[in-house]
């Protein structure tokens, strides 16, 4: 009886679309770098009425962040290429999906300077974990010297000198040294060591327990299968909406396609697999493999990408390593068109999709 009920619900629309939340899953398996400025990460983040951007370092700790005059995609690649100068071009990359970082403007500048730019989910900051525990950081700097009104490019150099049990200092494990500051120090930890093997296996015990303890009452990931019908959130409201897996993006990120054949990339923490019907499924899934960077829109006004000529009329290329940008395309034309409900929808012409 029990299996029925539930086997009823599984099928039933309603159910479907009206349901609870995921239950917390367990945090995925993150890549321990093995030397500085391997693994990166930046984001950007409001505070006190300012922008700023802030890049980390996941085998160091490092971090650096600066106000931006413009949130502008090339205020952002002028930052970056200032920090990788001086410190040596990451293999990769980590950002969200800002309209800075999935611009034409800003492949450009990956390809040009050969890091692998890697994206997560929409409405997924988790997928994002790097860059945004270095907002958190910079924004407790910015607070506490804006309360103490002090210099925050002190309280920063203070952050890179603190000690993080084994593992030492960001100063230690970046440049093999402290680096010197107000503070009284001995001029042995000014001197530069180079014992630097252990700090991956190091950084994997203290990332695994940390796991181990956000892991408590959460379920293991299910993986998703090209063709599957599923539930998801398309936006942030409440209803879950029938979509079908298109394509796998990487580690828990795949792009899907709703009832309207608009392609979506979500997390698989805003996925749930249904039974339910779906009424438009795709009719040839392999017409959707194809490279999300092949779906581009109208630049946002805040990012001023210049836009790239041979995007006009390219074709997509099926190797491209990962899909840059996250935002819904239309696959047919942009033209009005009425959703299921019988609403009639036009899109604005900033959001309409060019051939």
């Known amino acids: ?75 952002v690649i002028q930052f970056l290429k200032s920090v990788f100068s001086s410190n040596g071009i990451p293999r990769i990359l980590e950002t ?38 270095a907002v958190q950081t910079a924004k407790n700097i910015l607070k506490k010297c804006m309360y103490d009104n002090t210099d925050h490019h002190m309280g920063l150099l203070n952050f890179m000198n603190l000690p993080r049990g084994k593992l030492g200092s960001p100063a230690k494990r970046l440049y093999g040294r402290d680096i010197r500051s107000p503070l009284p120090t001995v001029i042995s930890s000014l001197v530069p060591k180079t014992k630097t093997a252990d700090i991956p296996q190091l950084l994997k015990e203290e990332r695994q327990k940390q796991a181990n303890y956000a892991n408590k009452g959460s379920k293991a990931d299910k993986e998703l299968n090209q063709g599957q019908k599923i539930v998801t959130r398309i936006n942030k409201k409440k209803e879950w909406k029938p979509a079908v897996i298109i394509n796998k993006v990487h580690q828990r990120s795949y792009i899907i396609s709703d009832e309207e054949g608009k392609l979506f990339r979500r997390s698989s923490c805003n996925i749930k697999p249904t039974e339910a019907e779906i009424r438009n499924p795709p009719t040839n899934i392999a017409d959707f493999q194809t490279p999300e960077s092949s779906f581009q829109l109208s630049p946002p006004r805040n ?53």
Not at 48 to 63: A, K, P, Q, R
Request: proline share 8%; aromatic share 12%.
């Open 1 to 75: 009886m029990s299996a029925d009920i539930a086997s009823y619900i599984k099928k039933c629309p309603a159910c479907q679309v009206h349901q609870r939340d995921n239950n917390k899953i367990e945090l995925g398996a993150t890549q321990i770098p093995n030397y500085p400025f391997e693994i990166t990460a930046a984001d950007l983040f409001y505070f006190n009425g300012e922008d700023y951007i802030v890049l980390t370092d996941s085998y160091s700790g490092y971090i650096k962040f600066q106000i931006l005059s413009e949130a502008t995609a090339e205020n």
């Open 96 to 133: 969200d999906n800002g309209p800075q970082f999935s611009c034409q403007d800003f492949k450009t500048f990956s390809t040009d300077w050969k890091f692998k730019h890697q994206t997560s989910s929409p409405y997924h900051p988790r997928g994002n974990g790097l860059a945004e525990r």
């Open 303 to 355: 990012a001023k990408s210049t836009p790239h000529p041979s995007t006009t009329n390219s074709q997509p290329k099926p190797s491209d390593p990962d899909l840059q940008n996250p935002a819904s395309t239309r696959l047919q034309s942009s033209s009005a068109y009425t959703t299921r409900y019988g609403r009639t929808v036009k899109p604005p012409q900033r959001l309409t999709y060019s051939h």
